[in-house]
């Protein structure tokens, strides 16, 4: 089984440039191959990557419905050449985008057969990163594999805190595994204060540690440079991996 890492927040609070941050992390300390999915309806990781995608899994499930399948070829070994078109490879991992979310109608047959190639392919990876939108509902939809850390994003506003909160307690309700969660606010220029430390306390998630706000961040975001180049001596990132450092060893 992968070692799985999912990343949720809300949004604007950074989420995905840090899934990319620790993919980078991942790279330098030769954890590899890593699998990161994008499950953000909002697809954006292969940007903060530098990849481009081709084709998504929502566009396979979608096909499948409709009933484009070519003549002569069984439903399972369409699901698993357009799977197989879908990954997006790279030096050290591979990029699989989900895709919009699901349309009107039953999505039953093609989600089972879609999960079913998922378990497949996550087993060939020692890591997965799991960029995730707000809600956690499609994990367990599209996947059984357990997760094994639950990294929640939040920025120092309080509505960051409380949708943080309210998707662990969401991630506790679904069957998705989750065996450890933890807390990072990002874009801090402060440490947190105590009011939000009881905050965090209060609702059972532990504080892995914070990221500071940093110019570079924007500036490679306005110019379209993907963030996971950003040197390593920058301060953002450096806090980033001093995040993994604990979490992960």
Do not use: W
Request: charged share 20%.
């Amino acid at each position: 089984m992968p070692f799985s890492i999912a990343l949720a927040g809300k949004g604007g609070t950074g989420k995905t440039t840090i899934a990319g941050m620790l993919i980078k992390y991942l790279l330098k300390m030769k954890k590899t191959p890593v699998l990161a999915v994008d499950a953000d309806c909002n697809a954006n990781l292969n940007e903060v990557l530098g990849v481009e995608v081709a084709d998504t899994l929502g566009n396979a499930r979608e096909e499948m419905k409709k009933g484009i399948v070519p003549s002569g070829m069984t439903k399972d070994i369409f699901m698993d050449m357009k799977l197989q078109q879908a990954i997006v490879e790279d030096d050290g991992f591979d990029l699989v985008v989900m895709g919009q979310p699901e349309g009107p109608g039953c999505y039953c047959a093609a989600n089972t057969l879609l999960t079913g190639f998922l378990e497949k392919l996550t087993g060939n990876y020692p890591y997965v990163v799991m960029d995730n939108e707000a809600g956690m509902e499609h994990i367990s939809r599209l996947t059984t594999s357990n997760v094994d850390i639950l990294l929640t994003i939040s920025d120092t506003s309080r509505r960051g805190l409380q949708a943080a909160m309210r998707i662990n307690a969401l991630a506790k309700d679904l069957n998705i595994g989750v065996i450890q969660s933890y807390l990072i606010i990002n874009q801090t220029r402060e440490a947190p204060s105590d009011m939000v430390l009881d905050i965090i306390n209060h609702n059972g998630l532990e504080l892995a540690g914070t990221i500071p706000e940093d110019d570079m961040i924007y500036e490679y975001d306005l110019k379209g440079q993907p963030t996971i180049k950003m040197p390593e001596d920058n301060k953002a990132v450096q806090a980033a991996y001093t995040i993994f450092d604990n979490i992960l060893n």
